[in-house]
């Protein structure tokens, strides 16, 4: 079996071969963040025409690197959700497109699951149980997956994800977008003890995440501040995040007893946050592991995995026909 996986949920447009046999022959991902490093974010309509002026001549490269034709796919795993409408239509399209005239088997793709299940890219032994830490500029979630096509979101944020509340801080810090590891630089100066940011949602060991009213409280405080003081509200800010990420799986594996952690999406990349990883393992005895960054953040490699696994444990097909911007894990099947 040989799958074509397509990703464009957001702004990456990534393509992929996976073979039944050999794993991951080939993928490619162009990232579109320097056209939005103007703007300060991703711009929908723009990022859905970056995908569909570069998708096809990604594909052509892609199979020159692999030295493989069309022809020789023969399922199509694309992410059908959730993302930004206009961008996974272009994915889509280009999917169904080729699934019909060439009649290759068309299968659509959850991203959350692709992430989720990302590490099998490496560990063909990956054994569930195991808790997922996804945190990226569009998710913050801690997720359950409890085997294979079963997943349960134990917390998620209810506002800003925690990359996008990095990203608004690094603007008010007057950094370019994307601000998370430019804030995380910063921080690298400063005093993460001279503010007490907020920790929302402390209370009763829940599970959801919220970061808009951090960011609030890192603008009222810049009012009486100046350049100077800005490597401590990096760091100040960056510990009050990492500290309720920390928190809150900790709460996850105390209520789940599951010791297997994979944490993934690019604020994975984060130092302090890892530094915090390391140590709890050690007090815990949490195994924490993470995927290759190239297989964290958004790709197609993990879309063609999750392919290659619905069809390795013969899941049943999700139903959905088209692609939907809004498609949490609970709704898998609706
Ligand atoms: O998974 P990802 O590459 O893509 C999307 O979410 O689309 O994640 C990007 C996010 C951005 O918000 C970026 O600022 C954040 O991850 N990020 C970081 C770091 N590196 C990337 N945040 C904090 N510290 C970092 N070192
Ligand atoms: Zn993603």
New binding site residues.
Partial sequence: MLILGIESS???TGLALYSEEEGLIAHMVN?QVELFTEYGG?IPEIAARDHSVKIINILKNLLKKADKKLDDVNLIAYTAGPGLIGSLMVGETVAKTISNILDIELLPINHLEGHILAPGLEDDNLETPYLCLL?????TQIIECSEYGSYQILGETIDD????A??KV?KLLNLEY????K??KLAEDGDPTRFNFPRALMKDKNLNFSFSGLKTAVLYALDDLEEKDYPDVAASF?EAVVDVLIKKLAYAIEQTGIKKLVCS???A???L?RERLTDMGKTTELEVSYPKMEF???NAAMIAHAGFIRKKYNLKEYPTKYARPRWPLGELYD
Avoid: K, M, Y
């Fill in positions: 957001c702004d990456e990232s991703v945190v990226s500029g569009g998710h994800a925690c990359g996008e990095f990203d690094g994307p601000g998370g590891p804030v995380s960056q999406g690019g604020v990349a984060n130092r946050l964290c953040t958004d």
